[in-house]
């Protein structure tokens, strides 16, 4: 015959031993999962890109009384950074001065988030402005010649300066209004 007392014992150390294994097996998920969130949270948030380490250029090509500039940075570092936001872009006229009177517009088309850029990958933004004839306004009057444009890049340093650089460019827009801005994308960028 089995003793009562020590049948009691074995139930509750069996029901212990279970409690245990579960809490274990718990604490394994719990840390795996969150070992995994906190490696793609560090993959995502990526720290920015340093002016010292991209290297810039320009395309630009018109299409339907329309021109567009592509700015494209290379990330030129052993290492993946981000960029995010909307840059900003001064025109300046024949004589070096800024056209205050061509004010930016930030594009609502593409929404500001931030961009990882893999080493030796590209990302950037596109400028959109008109550039034909403005009914009722002779073209002279009503297209204003640019010949060169500084970018600023938010949140980006270089040498402990905000990031800047300039592109000799021969642009005129035409409408007055001013010119669009996307914000930066992954890639080439589209308009």
Not at 55 to 67: C, L, N, T
Not at 134 to 163: I, N, W
Request: charged share 15%; hydrophobic share 40%; glycine share 8%.
């Amino acid at each position: 015959m089995t003793d009562p007392k020590k049948n009691r014992f074995l139930v509750l150390a069996s029901i212990l031993f279970l409690i245990i294994i579960v809490a274990c097996v718990s604490s394994v998920i719990t840390w795996s999962l969150t070992n995994h969130s906190s490696s793609t949270t560090t993959f995502q948030d990526s720290h920015l890109c340093s002016g010292n380490s991209l290297s810039a250029f320009e395309q630009h090509q018109g299409a339907g009384g329309s021109m567009y500039v592509s700015v494209i940075f290379l990330n030129t570092s052993k290492t993946d950074c981000s960029l995010v936001g909307f840059p900003v872009v001064t025109l300046y006229n024949v004589k070096g001065f800024p056209m205050n009177h061509e004010s930016q517009k930030n594009s609502p088309w593409i929404p500001s988030r931030r961009v990882t850029v893999s080493s030796g990958g590209v990302a950037g933004f596109v400028i959109q402005f008109a550039d034909g004839e403005v009914s009722g306004v002779d073209p002279p009057q009503g297209c204003r010649a640019a010949t060169s444009m500084r970018v600023k890049l938010p949140k980006v340093r270089q040498y402990e300066l905000p990031f800047l650089t300039y592109f000799s460019v021969p642009l005129a827009p035409c409408d007055g209004g001013g010119f669009e801005v996307t914000a930066i994308q992954k890639g080439e960028p589209l308009p």
